[in-house]
C-alpha cells in the first residue's frame, strides 16, 4: 500500500458538561478504516475508564500500555503480556498476534525513535484481516508524515461549539 491518504476526513466527537467520553466512541475505533488510530482528547483517563468498561461488558480484547508493567488487559486486572515493557516489543507483539484487539498506547510519550515509528508505520498499512486496533491517545497530538496519513484521526472537544444556533425561538450557543 502507498501512502495514500486513509485520513480522508478527521472525525470531530464533542461532549459538553458533565460528560467526558464521545457517545459511540468504541465503535468509531472499531469502524477506522486504518489499523492505526489517534484519538486527541483532553480527558485520556475517562477515556481509559470508558475502554475498560466496554472490555468487561462486551468481552473484548482491550490492552493499556505503559512503561511500568507493559501491555496489561483492562478486562482482567492482573494480566499482561510478558516482554512488552519496551514500547517497541508491546508493538512487534501486535504485529505478530493474529487476534483481534485494541492496544492503547499515550500519543505523547518520548520513545518515538524512528524504530518505533517504523512499527506503527507497519500496523497502519497492515491489512491481515485481524482487526486490530492501536489506539494512540492523548491531547494535542502531533505525528508527521506519514502517520497523519495512514492514521485515523479522531478528535475529541470539550464545551460549548460558540456557535450560534437557533432552538425553541431562542438563539443559544452550543
Known amino acids: 500500500m502507498s501512502d495514500s491518504a486513509v485520513n480522508d476526513a478527521i472525525t470531530t466527537l464533542r461532549t459538553n458538561g458533565d460528560i467526558r467520553v464521545p457517545e459511540g466512541l468504541y465503535d468509531h475505533v472499531l469502524e477506522a478504516k486504518s489499523n492505526l488510530v489517534i484519538l486527541d482528547t483532553p480527558f485520556s483517563?475517562?477515556?481509559i475508564g470508558y475502554l475498560r468498561q466496554m472490555a468487561q461488558r462486551r468481552g473484548h480484547s482491550?490492552?493499556?500500555?505503559?512503561?511500568e508493567s507493559g501491555l496489561a488487559s483492562l478486562r482482567e486486572h492482573g494480566?499482561?503480556?510478558?516482554?512488552?515493557?519496551?514500547?517497541?516489543d508491546a508493538l512487534r507483539f501486535i504485529i505478530q498476534s493474529g487476534r483481534f484487539g485494541v492496544?492503547?498506547?499515550?500519543a505523547d510519550m518520548r520513545e518515538?525513535?524512528?524504530q518505533v515509528l517504523a512499527l506503527l508505520r507497519q500496523i497502519a498499512r497492515s491489512k491481515d484481516g485481524s482487526e486490530k486496533r492501536v489506539l494512540m491517545l492523548g491531547t494535542d497530538v502531533q505525528v508527521g508524515p506519514p502517520l497523519d496519513r495512514l492514521a485515523q484521526m479522531i478528535v475529541h472537544r470539550h464545551g460549548l461549539t460558540g456557535k450560534l444556533r437557533l432552538r425553541d425561538g431562542r438563539w443559544i450557543r452550543g
Not at 494480566?79 to 517497541?88: C, E, F, L, P, Y
Open 62 to 67: 482491550i490492552y493499556l500500555w505503559n512503561a
Open 112 to 114: 518515538y525513535t524512528p
Open 79 to 88: 494480566i499482561t503480556v510478558a516482554g512488552s515493557k519496551r514500547i517497541s
Open 45 to 47: 483517563d475517562d477515556v
Open 103 to 106: 492496544y492503547v498506547v499515550p
